[in-house]
């Protein structure tokens, strides 16, 4: 199995929990990784070269850090261009049907802000539903969310730890 993991964070260089996880994907060796802001600084998306990496992965992830309980904007972009009528789905559109999709969101607030009974009152799932209603209208399966809350209280090891968790978690069953 090809995976492709797609980043959107708007400032990389900044990071500490994205750029953390691209390093160790990277170290893997056995992604792809993919940096959406960063090949398109200009917001301009070749949809033609976004639509052939995904002919050439069976597996995506959409790796992003949480901004106003939801993705950043060029990620939103990236799904009303590249997921295009007649490719993605509609007539002839069946060019991601049987790939699996999933998100990998880093968050500040904490796990229990995100609790049904939380600050918020909203789950992680729930509030990262649209992907899923996403991947089930363009016929993907869609894997379980991987998510790193409360970004502020990570300590190293505990980042290097989760680093580690998350290159399982996407290259879980992908070497059969
Ligand atoms: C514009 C903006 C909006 C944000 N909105 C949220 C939010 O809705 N919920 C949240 O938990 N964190 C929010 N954050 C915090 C980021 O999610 C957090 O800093 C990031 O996930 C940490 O990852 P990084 O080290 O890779 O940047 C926001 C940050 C910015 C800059």
């Known amino acids: 199995m090809n995976t492709l993991v797609i980043v959107a964070h708007p400032t990389l260089s900044t990071s500490t929990i994205n750029a953390a996880w691209v390093a160790a994907l990277r170290a893997s060796g056995r992604v792809t990784v993919h940096l959406l802001y960063e090949e398109y600084a200009d917001g301009l998306i070749d949809v033609v070269k976004e639509q052939r990496l995904l002919d050439q992965h069976d597996r995506i992830i959409l790796q992003f850090p949480f901004q106003w309980y939801s993705a950043p904007a060029l990620l939103k972009s990236w799904l009303d261009e590249v997921?295009?009528?007649?490719?993605?789905?509609?007539?002839?559109?069946?060019?991601?049907?049987?790939?699996?999709?999933?998100?990998?969101?880093?968050?500040?607030?904490?796990?229990?802000?995100?609790?049904t009974h939380g600050t918020y009152g909203r789950t992680l799932s729930e509030l990262t539903s649209p992907f899923e209603v996403t991947a089930k209208r363009v016929g993907m399966g869609y894997l379980p969310g991987f998510f790193l809350t409360g970004a502020g209280h990570v300590t190293s090891e505990g980042l290097a730890d989760n680093s580690a968790r998350y290159v399982e978690h996407v290259t879980a069953g992908a070497d059969g």
Do not use: F, M, N
Not at 95 to 100: I, M, N, S
């Open 83 to 115: 997921l295009e009528r007649g490719w993605a789905y509609g007539p002839g559109g069946i060019a991601l049907q049987g790939k699996e999709l999933g998100v990998a969101v880093s968050t500040w607030s904490t796990r229990a802000d995100y609790e």
